[in-house]
T-cell receptor
């Protein structure tokens, strides 16, 4: 089955701390792994993405770590800020699809001031 | 600025009614998608389309149909709404490496 399992469901972090959200997949045909960020009342928007030919990708305070052998990938938010409070979704392309994504169940992140 | 427009932000319908949700994009993308978002279940793909008059089933197509008569417009149809279709519906478009989402329609079926 084309699934991406995401944890935790919710996360509370103090300002300045590190937020870590994890995802795991089973299908080795997945070859594209984006993270989307959704603020209340808005649709999700692409945050950062990685392909399995690299183990890490960093954009500002956001880093994706990718472990191909374990079939896991994670989002790290360094120096978390209250403005990072949002719902985060990991995703992957089922069966190596060139068009569609399958999403994780989401993590609601709250960064306390 | 790119735009993905959904016809309504909030909608309340009765069980058994036929419901139309419309999505319009101004980005000239081939791919368009309909998702539903439920707490704890994330985003689940209902249908997608990669060309005019073309459609593909997603993970949860039962109880839904779609129409794409023009490239910029993708409609989701609930033929006979049921209470378990109460949800947030999100339209998206774009290539694999970046999907652009609309603001969503909160549908309540009574």
């Amino acid at each position: 089955q084309q699934q991406v399992k995401q944890s935790p469901q919710s996360l509370i972090v103090q300002k300045g701390g590190i937020s870590i959200i994890n995802c795991a997949y089973e299908n080795t045909a997945f070859d594209y792994f984006p993270w989307y960020q959704q603020f209340p009342g808005k649709g999700p928007a692409l945050l950062i993405a990685i392909r399995p030919d690299v183990s890490e990708k960093k954009e500002g305070r956001f880093t994706i770590s990718f472990n191909k052998s374990a079939k896991q990938f994670s989002l790290h938010i360094m120096d978390s800020q209250p403005g990072d409070s949002a719902t985060y979704f990991c995703a992957a392309n089922p069966s190596g699809s060139a068009r569609q994504l399958t999403f994780g169940s989401g993590t609601q992140l709250t960064v306390l001031p | 600025d790119v735009k993905v427009t959904q016809s309504s932000r909030y909608l309340v319908k009765r069980t058994g009614e036929k419901v139309f949700l419309e999505c319009v994009q101004d980005m000239d993308h081939e791919n368009m998608f309909w998702y539903r978002q439920d707490p704890g279940l994330g985003l689940r793909l209902i249908y997608f389309s990669y060309d005019v008059k073309m459609k593909e089933k997603g993970d949860i197509p039962e109880g839904y149909s779609v129409s794409r008569e023009k490239k910029e417009r993708f409609s989701l149809i609930l033929e006979s709404a049921s209470t378990n279709q109460t949800s947030m519906y999100l339209c998206a478009n774009g290539p694999l490496d970046e999907q652009f989402f609309g603001p969503g329609t909160r549908l309540t079926v009574l």
